[in-house]
């Protein structure tokens, strides 16, 4: 499923936003912001709400929240001043306030034609976009079983299999 609105998609099953068809980088609790924002936009979500749906119940500080939603606001093109997208509702939550429209990603573009998406066509091949810090490491293959270099250069025995 692909959200459309203003000059953006925002495509939940690849976990990716386009603004005027190139590729934003969100951080995946921001992109869970947004994603959570715009499926709920006929209504109000709380703090709490969304606190508990991006990160499932951790205890965290309001300043994460309002941090996330600025970069959300910054990556669709908003700002906390304007909030043409993104409302505050004073002691209640926000509400995503624009004009969304869903979209199936299983075929058919923006404009609702069907085809590939203009940023997908073999004259401008799509690129990569890694949504990974570059300071997270991968998992060894067979979920993290194995050695592991650690920041300081030494190798580190990972958890080994149980046996059954």
Request: charge should be positive; charged fraction near 25%.
């Amino acid at each position: 499923m692909a959200y459309v609105f203003a000059d953006c998609e925002l495509d939940c099953e690849r976990r990716e936003l386009r603004r005027n068809g190139t590729a934003v980088h969100l951080e995946p609790q921001v992109f869970d912001v947004l994603v959570h924002l715009v499926n709920n936009h006929d209504r109000v979500v709380t703090k709490d709400e969304l606190l508990q749906a991006v990160w499932n119940g951790r205890v965290v500080s309001e300043d994460a929240l309002t941090s996330r939603i600025s970069a959300a606001r910054r990556a669709i093109g908003d700002t906390g001043e304007d909030q043409q997208l993104i409302r505050t509702v004073q002691r209640r939550g926000f509400r995503f306030v624009g004009d969304v429209r869903e979209q199936s990603t299983g075929g058919g573009n923006a404009a609702g034609t069907d085809g590939p998406p203009a940023a997908a066509t073999e004259s401008s091949p799509r690129q990569a976009v890694s949504f990974l810090p570059a300071n997270v490491r991968r998992r060894a293959p067979g979920g993290g079983i194995g050695r592991q270099r650690t920041a300081l250069g030494q190798d580190r025995q990972l958890a080994q299999p149980s046996r059954v």
